[in-house]
């Protein structure tokens, strides 16, 4: 056992510097971590590339087994990969391309560069070793955003063998002085408008006032009934206070199918009109007997030039009130020549209302010495063109009047109405009435008694009397109010 562990420890003095100066090399694991492949037993030894992770190169800031990461400064990414060779390429070059997905935060051109062999200061010049440095300097996009960006380095050669070789190592840059991704985006500044041209005001005209008359000989000052021809005549005024016009027409339309144009034209023309001056324009209509009574506005438009050529426009309204007349009839039915003390008469009130308009509370009164009416006939409203009755009854009392409690009378009926704005009209009609005895007589002479009558007479004697006595009453009343 002892010459046994005395063999094991000279076979190790005899290998160790071989093995330490193996590990100085440099020779490292490939970009996906995998180990370094071994040689295969074959004829020919196989060329492979592999990172350089233990030196620093220039433009790293640490080497790969420190985790090296490409520099970001001055608008560029600097991606620098420094390759071993084991084995030997033809020419002692290769061609090397950075490949990148686009839409990122680099800009799109054609990196690509032959990478010859060459020896290179690492550790801060204090060593040098031979290999294959790719360096690239990738342009960044101005608006670009922030994070971690793939870069793809291919590399190509053929060895001196004739084998091509081609290999990828992908290296990540990070962007932090991009924009935040997260953030949300700020608003598009809006665009300055263009100062527009000072607005130069033309001269205004307005409509100042408007008048309608009715040229109907019978017809009220101010009133215009439906029916009548209506002049109609437009005030318009020059607001501008410095310029004045030129070449000016004035148009008028219908308010409605109930206005027919009489006058020559719809448009009358008013040339020149100064600066702060007014004009006339008058235009006839006939309005129609079946026009709503209400406010009509004729529409008014007018033209005119100014200012060397400009022109102008404007429009407005004409306001026209019309009214609409009450024309009622009244009749009194059922009104005998004559009646007896005592009597209840029953009358009826007949109204038409003639006109187009609404006729309201249509109603009548009786009034007459020796007649005692039960109240008011009330008809109620009445639409344009529509009939109403009422029946009212009468009691027939003795004259107070006169010297007997017999004789002529006289009596009034009053028919009231009003229309839609509560106006109220009457109309009254008279009539003659002639209040008899409750004895008759003409009783002829060839008449036989019959022995009913006695009651019958007796009860008309009756009704006499107090017929009688309630006329003294009411004389008597009467003179001692006198």
Request: hydrophobic share 35%.
């Amino acid at each position: 056992m002892r010459y046994i562990f005395a063999f094991i420890m000279a076979v190790l003095l005899v290998f160790a510097p071989g093995v330490l100066a193996l590990a100085e090399e440099g020779e490292d694991l490939q970009p996906d971590s995998a180990a370094e492949p071994s040689p295969e037993p074959t004829a020919k030894e196989q060329t492979l590339l592999y990172i350089d992770n233990r030196s620093l190169y220039e433009h790293m800031d640490r080497t790969y087994s420190q985790g090296y990461r490409p520099t970001v400064k001055g608008g560029a990414a600097t991606v620098v990969l420094p390759l071993l060779c084991r084995g030997e390429l033809r020419d002692n070059s290769l061609r090397a391309r950075a490949v990148f997905d686009p839409g990122g935060p680099f800009a799109a051109k054609n990196y690509e560069q032959t990478v010859e062999l060459k020896e290179h200061k690492v550790n801060g010049g204090k060593q040098k070793t031979a290999g294959y440095c790719a360096i690239f300097t990738l342009e960044l996009e101005k608006d670009r955003l922030n994070g971690s960006y793939p870069v793809t380095i291919n590399v190509s050669g053929t060895d001196i063998h004739g084998a091509e070789i081609q290999q990828d190592f992908t290296l990540f840059v990070s962007i932090t002085d991009g924009k935040d991704p997260n953030a949300t985006p700020a608003p598009e500044p809006a665009p300055t408008p263009e100062p527009e041209p000072p607005v130069v005001l033309g001269p205004k005209v307005l409509i100042e006032s408007c008048t309608a008359i009715s040229l109907e000989e019978d017809g009220e000052p101010g009133t215009v009934n439906a029916g009548d021809r209506v002049r109609v005549t437009v005030t318009l005024v020059n607001t501008s206070g410095s310029q004045g016009l030129e070449n000016m027409a004035v148009t008028a339309a219908s308010p409605g199918e109930g206005f027919s144009l009489l006058s020559p034209s719809e448009s009358v023309y008013v040339g020149d009109l100064a600066a702060g001056g007014r004009t006339q324009v008058v235009y006839d209509y006939q309005v129609s007997p079946e026009t709503a009574a209400g406010q009509y506005a004729i529409p008014i438009s007018y033209d005119f030039a100014y200012n060397k050529g400009e022109t102008g426009s404007g429009s407005g309204s004409a306001r026209v009130n019309i009214s609409q007349p009450l024309e009622m009839e009244f009749s009194l039915g059922r009104m005998p020549g004559e009646a007896v003390v005592s009597d209840v008469i029953e009358v009826n009130i007949q109204a038409i209302n003639l006109s187009h308009a609404k006729a309201y509370n249509v109603r009548a009164a009786i009034e007459g010495d020796g007649l005692l009416p039960s109240g008011t006939a009330f008809i109620g409203d009445l639409e344009g063109g529509a009939m109403g009755e009422k029946p009212l009854e009468i009691t027939i009392t003795g004259l107070t009047e006169s010297e007997t409690p017999y004789g002529p009378t006289g009596g009034t009926v009053t028919y009231l109405y009003e229309d839609r704005d509560g106006a109220e009209f009457t109309q009254t009609e008279s009539f003659t009435l002639d209040v008899k005895s409750p004895f008759s007589e003409n009783k002829p002479a060839d008449e036989k008694e019959d022995p009913g009558q006695f009651w019958i007479v007796l009860g008309a004697v009756g009704a006499a009397v107090l017929g009688l006595l309630g006329a003294l009453i009411w004389k008597g009343a009467r003179r001692r109010k006198a």
